[in-house]
């Protein structure tokens, strides 16, 4: 691609570009014709796709309406035909809701159902006859976080029994012998057992049984499906290939730019005391996979986890002795866990949908013991989630890595918080700007719900949708939502450029972890467990207080180094080359692999060896300190990185010769701490391709032939300072800058060439973002920084604020013809004007007409003098100063609007100016904070976090300062 084709794409980027949207239907409630008027009106706010799911709606027939109804159905294919019919693409969810695979064609009992490995223990001291206790199904299962309830289990399978000795009882539950664990499943006749114990000892009994796990809403009742056993994926296969996708629905589908099915995270519960996840294959793979039989070890691999994987705790503890076998053990059931649901869930799955062109996208292992980073090869789309991250940037490298490796689109479920309706529109920018710094450039806004709903339970401003629990509402309930398309078309912009060619990574990270931590962005209290507010957590804390969790040395980042994580065994691949010095030369391009962690595969170590006998840097780091648990304020530290093998597998002695013969070679280094990488690795003649010296700055490279594309970010948006840094370049060449609020591509000022790199000069403001092209097919070009020259102040301004409030309720009805009429009822919006006189910028709250109360749109008008009319050369920017985070426009003398980045809000105006008098109006839009807040909306909304945390809080806000608060200032700099 050239230059010249770059600035025709980024014009107007086409639809596949631009963010797409989460929609949460009201199950299948909502008529056709507010089915249509949303698609049609998200279309022409610019966004570029609807993924859509059943949510619970209040007060209505679920029978009816529910997911799998034949209203539900309707539905779908109303949606997947007007998105189509506008060329915007479309997803699917595996299920009901968003939490799992589900369907309403089998019971608890059935073996394409979740199923759990159960037990209950008996203490035995001298001999014990008779029936063995079995699995109380019909007690009352333990509250979960998590979504749906247990249904009806009526059946339980005796999978085990194991004698252990007890060496101490602890108040959780015991420490334990394994070297006398005793598999005693052969002694038991029926369900019966005759055993006499040698002292102190616990029999455990395993019986294997459905988890019962519901998802709804349902027509029926949906139950979640087993991810491990093949006749979970095949009974949704054989649902999905039946049942939804009729002759009718598979022609839309066929007709859709971009059909996919989206597998959200994977939050699925256990209910007995065993905690494990089990299939009637789960021991026999064991045993083929691992090359032992798991049964002896069962009673160590007791867990509870009452929300999410990262919460796992084992009752049954072993001495020092014995910690490291166990832990192996441990590693190898989720490693076993894992091939199973890449091997029986996600391939077949995909490879169905492939069948009908639909690809696959998911938030791959999310919530459940298995590696992160492993099935990424097994989707088309990779996904990750601002919500349960927390925008954290380390975070999203996590799965940078198989995205980057196998070429897999990056996208995250975005703006998802617990501040309903509370955040300027800033803040979900900046989780953009952070996602975009790890390569993430597919945006999916979380996200929109119709303002029509059920009646009796839907008031103003709309339908909620996913609760008012959770996420935002990027739909026409905002007042910003007059300026969504300027704003679609600017990410669409910049999601264009970052995905072009391949993207520059400059390291790999081998990380393996059975236990993410992606609750992470839940931890939002401080040291004495007092709630902090998500906009001081994101703005203030972790990254932005400059702590990152997985690779916590800044050093890399610091220098402008990109780097990103996987699973060691993802190297193993056929997809995966090493050549020209470069790991994976058409994807990431890693220039060296850095090996941290105390364990490491002895497969993984010797094809390490293999490629650095051709040449590979490697970089082995001890004394790495990384995130565990955030919420307990868990982290784990590796003393000596490849000190072991992961697995129960007998080859540490075998990883210990293979990285003794490492350490051996030139191009490969150690050091012992952290802070010693970036030394180490330049040591090794590892350079950064784009390097800077920036302590608040995040960049990422992608290179398209000639072009390297720079995306640079300044993330300490609310604790940083203004930074100049120089970034150097590989290469000469011309550099211009894209402005993806005009779409326009310039002459970048401050550029100089040193040594066969160019040296470019970049000035950013806490916030914002830069997005340069280095053209190395054109002439080098220096030029000197430019500084903008004060033309004027702009300090009087005539005031007008839309004020928003509930309107009357609209009432919907829709007759079928089925024997019953569907009613909806869309609350409108009451727009009063208010004047605000004329005078100096001030916020809402302190204008006397306006006041504390009012959320809406301002409109600010003034007029000032230019003498002569711009001339060739010259650049005239109107830079607003601050509009409090609110999205917006600016219009000079009536021309096109133009809209700007919340954080340096600065629009060029050079084209509309003119000599004499020349009229600005700007536009800026608030949250609906100050309305609701005013309405009393909050007071019967709890915190979802202080429920999770066990506490019962409301919903906390006050007043927001809203509006154009300045100073705005006319500047005239040089082209």
């Excluded at 507010?34 to 993924?51: K, P, S, V, Y």
């Excluded at 700007?433 to 719900?449: C, E």
């Excluded at 005031?799 to 009822?825: F, K, M």
């Amino acid at each position: 691609m050239s230059l010249d084709d770059l600035a025709r794409a980024i014009a107007d980027p086409a639809i596949e570009f631009r963010p797409e949207l989460r929609w949460w239907l009201a199950e299948g409630l909502h008529t056709d014709e507010t089915l249509i008027r949303e698609i049609d009106t998200a279309h022409r706010l610019g966004f570029g796709g609807m993924e859509f799911l059943a949510m619970d709606e209040g007060a209505i027939d679920h029978s009816r309406y529910g997911w799998g109804a034949e209203e539900w159905v309707h539905d779908s294919y109303v949606v997947v035909e007007e998105t189509t019919r506008r060329n915007m693409a479309v997803s699917f969810t595996s299920g009901t809701n968003w939490s799992n695979a589900n369907l309403p064609t089998i019971t608890p009992d059935h073996p394409a159902a979740a199923q759990e490995l159960d037990v209950v223990t008996e203490d035995v001291t001298g001999s014990r006859g008779g029936a063995l206790p079995r699995v109380d199904l019909d007690a009352e299962p333990p509250a979960t976080t998590l979504p749906g309830h247990r249904g009806k289990v009526t059946e339980q399978r005796l999978v085990a029994v194991v004698a252990v000795r007890v060496l101490e009882t602890t108040e959780t539950g015991a420490i334990l012998d394994p070297d006398s664990a005793v598999d005693l499943t052969g002694r038991v006749e029926g369900e019966s057992l005759e055993w006499s114990a040698p002292g102190d000892w616990r029999l455990f009994v395993f019986w294997a049984h459905g988890t019962g796990q519901t998802a709804a809403p349902s027509a029926s009742v949906n139950y979640t499906v087993n991810y491990l056993d093949r006749d979970g994926v095949e009974a949704v296969i054989d649902y999905w290939d039946t049942v939804v996708l009729t002759p009718e629905l598979r022609e839309q589908i066929g007709l859709n730019p971009r059909p996919q099915m989206y597998m959200d995270s994977l939050e699925l519960s256990t209910y007995g005391a065993g905690g494990m996840f089990w299939g009637h294959t789960v021991a026999a793979e064991f045993r083929a996979r691992r090359g032992y039989d798991i049964t002896p070890w069962l009673p160590f691999l007791i867990r509870s986890a009452p929300f999410m994987a990262v919460s796992t705790t084992y009752p049954y503890d072993v001495r020092e002795e014995h910690r490291v076998t166990v832990e192996k053990v441990r590693f190898d059931y989720v490693r076993t866990l894992t091939d199973l649901y890449i091997e029986n869930m996600l391939r077949p799955f995909a490879a169905f949908l492939h069948e009908h062109g639909i690809g696959l996208r998911a938030e791959i292992s999310y919530g459940l013991p298995f590696e992160l980073t492993r099935p990424g090869p097994e989707v088309d789309g990779i996904e990750t989630e601002s919500l349960e991250f927390g925008a954290q940037i380390d975070a999203y490298r996590l799965m940078a890595g198989p995205a980057h490796l196998f070429g897999r689109q990056y996208s995250s479920e975005t703006g998802a918080t617990t501040r309903n309706h509370i955040l300027d529109h800033r803040f979900y920018d900046q989780i953009i700007a952070t996602q975009l710094a790890a390569g993430i450039t597919r945006t999916v806004l979380h996200g929109w719900a119709s303002t029509a709903g059920a009646e009796g339970v839907t008031r103003w401003p709309g339908h909620e949708g996913m609760w008012p629990l959770f996420s935002e509402r990027f739909d026409t309930r905002q007042p910003a939502a007059e300026f969504y398309p300027l704003w679609n078309r600017a990410i669409g912009r910049y999601q264009y450029v970052l995905r072009q060619g391949r993207p520059r990574i400059d390291v790999g990270i081998l990380r393996t972890d059975h236990f993410t931590d992606n609750t992470s962005g839940m931890a939002m209290f401080d040291g004495e467990g007092r709630r902090v507010p998500d906009e001081d957590a994101y703005g203030r804390m972790w990254m932005r207080d400059r702590q990152n969790h997985w690779w916590q040395d800044l050093g890399m980042q610091d220098a402008g180094w990109t780097y990103e994580f996987f699973d060691g065994s993802l190297l193993l691949r056929d997809e995966v080359e090493f050549t020209g010095g470069l790991v994976q030369p058409g994807g990431p391009g890693y220039q060296a692999l850095v090996v941290y962690q105390e364990t490491l595969d002895a497969d993984v170590a010797a094809h390490l060896l293999r490629w650095a006998r051709d040449g590979l840097k490697l970089l082995i780091v001890n004394g790495a300190r990384e995130l565990k648990w955030l919420m307990a304020g868990q982290h784990t530290t590796h003393a000596q990185a490849a000190a072991r093998t992961p697995g129960l597998d007998g080859r540490d002695e075998e990883l210990a010769g293979t990285m003794a013969l490492l350490k051996a070679l030139d191009n490969v280094a150690e050091v012992h701490d952290p802070a010693g990488t970036v030394e180490a690795l330049r040591g090794l003649g590892v350079a950064g391709r784009a390097e800077f010296d920036g302590r608040s700055v995040l960049g990422h490279l992608r290179e398209d032939g000639d072009l390297l594309h720079l995306y640079l970010y300044h993330f300490l948006y609310e604790t940083g300072e203004p930074v100049t840094i120089e970034v150097a370049l590989p290469g000469g060449g011309a550099v211009h800058r894209v402005d993806a609020w005009t779409g326009t591509v310039r002459p970048h000022h401050g550029v100089r060439h040193d040594a066969g790199r160019t040296i470019i000069t970049v000035t950013l403001t806490p916030g914002e973002t830069a997005l340069l092209t280095l053209d190395r097919s054109a002439r080098q070009r220096a030029s000197d920084p430019v500084t903008p020259e004060l033309l004027q102040e702009l300090p009087d301004w005539t005031v007008a604020v839309e004020s928003w409030d509930a309107g009357d309720l609209e009432v919907i009805t829709e007759d079928r013809g089925l024997g019953y009429v569907t009613r909806e009822v869309r609350p409108t919006t009451a727009i009063t004007r208010l004047d605000g006189g004329r005078g100096p910028l001030r916020p809402w709250t302190d204008l006397p007409e306006v006041g504390p109360e009012v959320s809406g749109v301002g409109e600010y008008t003034t007029t000032f003098t230019l003498d002569t009319a711009p001339v060739t050369g010259e650049r005239y920017v109107l830079d607003l100063g601050s509009t409090a985070g609110g999205l917006g426009s600016v219009q000079v003398n009536g021309d096109e609007a133009q809209g700007f980045d919340t954080s340096r809000p600065r629009v060029d105006v050079t084209a509309a100016l003119r000599a004499g008098d020349n009229t600005v109006t700007v536009r800026v839009a608030s949250s609906l904070n100050n309305r609701l807040l005013a309405r009393g909306y909050y007071d019967s909304i709890p915190d979802v976090l202080s429920q999770i945390a066990g506490g019962g809080e409301p919903q906390r806000t006050a007043a927001h300062d809203h509006g154009l608060l300045g100073p705005v200032r006319l500047l005239r700099e040089a082209t």
